[in-house]
């Protein structure tokens, strides 16, 4: 496929390394790029780089939704608008990519915390997580096999991705409880570690997994059966 118009056109000098080997490992929104090694050069991408990027991005997960992540590369170009030339410039390998989105995924998860967080209730900010988190985890259950390269490629991802999604959740789950909303024997970390099987089980449909989640939340609330806090006499009162 030729480059289409908006493709970078630039090249790094020769021995650079940059060429080929560019991609990016920062968080959501900062457009700093990353070696291959994953060294990061501190220099933001180009405007046209990053918008290149993002729009590669967005196409993969359509495409992989669609057509599974075993679709071929040059369906992901074409679905971003761009050359394959491109494609393999930010991304050289099938592992970037998938790690690109997964990447992408969470970002959306945590930018779905701290948004209920900022515009919602202590317990609706709580169910608002946990659904935007069920969608991420079916997504996840897309690719989840070959998400395994990248974390054999990357061995650090899997515990960094883990990181951002504990502090998310705990975000969200700890104003609640200070709230009086939620019960306070639970970690954000447990909540999403009792959802996840969930969501990641293929038997079920999207139907049984709402409901899932429907009785799961019911637990959560503050006062439900088990609440240890439930269970303490109130203060100032008798034995």
Known sequence: MAEQPGDETHRAPRGTGRRTGEREHS????????TTGGAVTGRPRRSDAQRNHDRLVAAA?????????GAAMEAVAREAGVGVGTLYRHFPTRIDLLEAV???????????????????????????????????AERKRTFFAELRGAFEKNPALKSE???????????VVERAQAAGAMRTDVSGAEVTQL????????TLSRDQSERLLRTILDGLKAGAPGDEAARRPAAGSQP
Not at 28 to 34: D, P
Not at 119 to 129: D, G, K, M, Q, Y
Not at 161 to 171: F, H, N
């Open 195 to 202: 959802v996840g099987p969930i969501c990641t089980t293929a």
């Open 61 to 69: 997960r359509e495409v992989f939704n669609r057509d599974g992540t």
């Open 102 to 136: 997964y990447r992408n995924d969470v970002g959306e998860l945590v930018l779905a915390a701290e948004k209920a967080v900022a515009n919602l209730e202590p317990w609706p900010a709580v169910v608002a997580f946990l659904e935007a988190f069920l969608d991420y």
């Open 27 to 34: 968080q959501r929104g900062t457009g700093v790029a990353a």
């Open 161 to 171: 991705i883990r990181q951002q999604i504990d502090e998310a959740a705990d975000l």
